[in-house]
Every structure is written in C-alpha cells, then in structure tokens.
C-alpha cells in the first residue's frame, strides 16, 4: 500500500508526532537497557524523555483535532469529545514533565521532607496524574476519535492502543505496576505507527476538499 512521500495537508502534526514518536521509542529502550534492575530510568535518558512529552503532548492534540476536522457529520460528536479528552490528557502530563524539569532537582524542593511527590516511582503524586493521562483520558479519546477515521488500518491502531493503555490502568489498581507496562505499548510503539499512517495515508482516505 502505497501512503506517498510527505504528509497531507491535516497530516503534518501527525507526521512530527510519528518521528518524535520513534525519537521516544529509542531513547525509552535505552534508558530501560541501562537502569539498574527496579531502579528508574537514568539521566540523561530521563530528561530527554520528559523534554519529548512536552513536545509530543501538543501534536497529539493536533492530530485529534485534524481527525475531527475531517470527520463525517455522524462522527464529528464522538471526533470533539476527542479532542477533549486528548486535550486534558496532554495538559495533565505536560504539567507533569514541566513540574519535574523546573522543580524537582531545584532547592528547596530537592530538600523538602515532601519531595517524593516528584519522584517516577508508585506510589507518588506525578506517577498517579500521569497515570491518569495516558491510562486514563488517552485511551477515552482515541476511543472516540477511532470511528471518525476513514482507514480501517488506522482505526484498528487506534482502538488496539487504547486497550493497551487501559489495561496498563489495571497496574495500580492491583498493585502491579509492570501491568503498566502494557500500556506504553499502546502509547509509545501502536499510537506513534498509527499517527505515521494517518500522516501519509493515500488521498482516496481524505474528504473532498481536503
């Protein structure tokens, strides 16, 4: 199948979403290959991860909106609630990853009795509202936007990473948290591929007039 050689038109954010997406993916597995087994992942991996989210949380919004742009009437409902789903998920984790790259490491915080809330490891303040991003309202709006898109490829991406990421949910409700794990399959590998897709996708898969 032939999805072309640059991205539509309502397919550019998407597009940077997939390459940074990889760019994640990359430096995801390194910071896992060199963690001491049960430790966190170590800088310079962890900054650099923090720094992608930041980037990739507006383009994620993006893409939501650019589905919902292209939407059928009888899906635009589903393709808004979308983009607000997406919207909250994307503010949630980027106040998140700001807080801990502005403050964590910055006295008086790093010697405050309290300052674990910052800290990536369950159970913690930051670790629960990320959770709740990507476990939580990412998964709520692809499943909204999922009927809105066109190819049955991309649909099933979608659909397949919102499942992943609500398992992963299942991780602190049982105490598990490598269930969690199952979740950033859905988010960092599934969603990135879907967006590459949705970026170059064939013209036929547009609207007129797109």
């Not at 808004?80 to 980027?94: D, E, I, K, N, Q």
């Not at 674990?116 to 998964?139: C, H, K, N, Q, T």
């Not at 948290?177 to 064939?202: C, E, H, K, Q, T």
């Amino acid at each position: 199948m032939n999805y072309g050689l640059k991205p539509r038109r309502r397919g550019r954010s998407s597009a940077a979403l997939a390459g940074l997406g990889a760019v994640y993916l990359v430096v995801l597995v390194i910071g896992l290959a060199t963690a001491p087994q049960g430790a966190p992942i170590p800088d310079p991996w962890f900054t650099l991860m923090e720094g992608l989210i930041l980037l990739i949380a507006p383009l994620m919004v993006a893409m939501m909106a650019d589905i919902h742009a292209e939407a059928a009437p009888v899906a635009r409902t589903g393709a808004l609630l979308a983009v607000a789903f997406m919207t909250v998920a994307a503010a949630l984790t980027s106040a998140v990853h700001f807080s801990i790259l502005a403050l964590s490491r910055t006295p008086p915080f790093t010697d405050a009795a309290w300052s674990s809330v910052f800290a990536f490891e369950w159970p913690s303040v930051v670790y629960a509202v990320d959770i709740l991003a990507w476990d939580g309202f990412f998964p709520l709006a692809l499943l909204c936007a999922a009927p809105a898109v066109r190819s049955r490829l991309i649909r099933r991406l979608l659909l397949l990473a919102a499942v992943l990421a609500l398992i992963g949910l299942l991780g602190p409700v049982l105490g598990r948290m490598d269930i969690r794990n199952i979740g950033i399959l859905g988010y960092a590998v599934d969603f990135p591929l879907a967006a590459a897709l949705y970026a170059f996708r064939p013209p036929a898969l547009e609207p007129r007039g797109a």
